[in-house]
């Protein structure tokens, strides 16, 4: 997959693509349904166009940390999925000053150049998100493009979004983020160095950031842990916990995977966990004997559910 970070010259092979247009936040069951009529509307290389950072986050920065993905993991995520063109456009003053009909015209259609866009049916876009799917339809038949809408997805009754999905991992549900995202729920990233702890009990961890990601509900979790990069590239079973670690006072969250049945170095791999099953809470122990017979009992029934 070919990454376009700036977008002002494109080659002609980089240009006329069939693409979807959205945030892609989570890349879920909606999102999916949306490529796969792009792709079907395809008659050249699929591509998506996209924004970094997320436009929320340049509009509403006080808002927090609300991503259920970094740039990096989607990008996997998309290429998994066929798109031959990610396409990022910098999201910043100056793009979300642009009008709907400057952003159809100067963007998608002279800038990418595209053939053909798909979107959802609640896509909104332009200075103040006055645009609306329908307006795209007007403007692609004004600019050479055609369009394709999208009609929203439901599963269980519910209609699938991020902020169900951001709801369902908030809450302790990463099986019903799973059914909606159409894949489990990842934290992906570099391992850091991290204070050893877990080394000295017995239980040493891979300690992963999670800063402007959403976070979770704070506790121990069932993972899969995909090693991307490095001499231990490979997928293993384990338990992570997520959370501020009350145990030794320390108040930035972050993320601790313990791999099972693994002799190895991790420091500076990248890792893609995924949140299979919670387990419990957040707690604080009375020593460090009791926190070592919870993390034994913790493994187990991670074991057991990942076996399962």
């Known amino acids: ?75 996997n995520r998309l290429e998994k999925l066929g798109v031959v063109h990610l396409y990022e456009l910098a999201f910043n003053a100056a793009l979300a000053a642009l009008s709907p009909e400057a952003f159809a015209r100067d963007i998608l259609a002279e800038r990418l150049g595209l053939a053909h866009v798909t ?9 103040g ?15 050479g493009f055609g369009v394709t809408i999208a009609e929203l997805v439901e599963t269980g009754g519910i209609e ?18 799973a059914m909606m995202l159409g894949h489990q729920h990842r934290i992906e990233g570099v391992v850091e160095q991290g204070d050893q702890r877990g080394r000295d009990l017995g239980y040493p961890t891979a300690n992963m950031s999670i800063t402007g990601l959403h976070p979770p509900k704070f506790g121990v979790y069932a993972v899969k842990v995909d090693v991307l990069t490095g001499d231990n590239a490979g997928r ?27 002799r190895g170095d ?33 493994s187990a029934q991670a074991r057991a559910i990942l076996a399962a």
């Open 236 to 262: 293993y079973d384990g338990v992570a916990s997520l959370g501020v670690r009350p145990m030794f006072g320390e108040n930035i969250p972050n993320f601790e995977t313990h791999v099972f049945d693994f």
């Open 129 to 143: 998100r006055a645009g609306t799917a329908a307006d795209l339809v007007d403007f692609g038949e004004r600019f």
């Open 160 to 177: 699938v979004s991020s902020t169900q999905i951001r709801a369902a991992l908030a809450e302790g549900r990463p099986r019903d983020a």
């Open 119 to 127: 979107v959802g049916r609640d896509f909104c876009f332009g200075h």
């Open 266 to 298: 991790l420091y500076g791999a990248q890792l893609s966990v995924a949140l299979v099953e919670y387990l419990r809470p957040e707690e604080k122990f009375d020593g460090l004997e009791a926190l070592i017979t919870q993390m034994d009992a913790d």
């Open 1 to 75: 997959m070919r990454i376009h970070r700036d977008t002002t010259y494109l080659d002609d092979a980089d240009r006329g693509a069939t693409v979807a247009i959205g945030n892609f936040d989570g890349v879920h069951l909606g999102h999916q349904a949306v490529l796969r009529q792009a792709a079907q509307a395809a008659e050249a290389p699929l591509g998506v166009v996209t924004f970094e950072p997320h436009p929320r986050e340049y509009l509403m920065p006080e808002a927090g940390p609300f991503r259920l993905m970094n740039a990096e993991a989607r990008a």
